[in-house]
């Protein structure tokens, strides 16, 4: 039987730093125009999915006996 070696929590808590600073390195902070555009397209789907959400109750109170 071959058994591997279970990783302590050191190792486990070293790969996950090493994880979190190769995050950190790719990223970077939105330009003003990037925000506007990402803000716009939530706020976009924030609204569809209300309304959406509205006409299928609508729709329910309708066919409501």
Known sequence: M???K???LFTRFKSF???CKRVFRVTKK???EE???IVKISGLGIAIIGVI???IYLFWI???P
Do not use: A
């Open 2 to 4: 071959d058994f591997e």
């Open 53 to 55: 959400g509205f006409l």
């Open 35 to 37: 925000y506007r555009v």
């Open 17 to 19: 730093i090493t994880q």
């Open 30 to 32: 939105p330009s003003k």
């Open 62 to 64: 309708l066919i409501k």
């Open 6 to 8: 279970k990783p302590t």
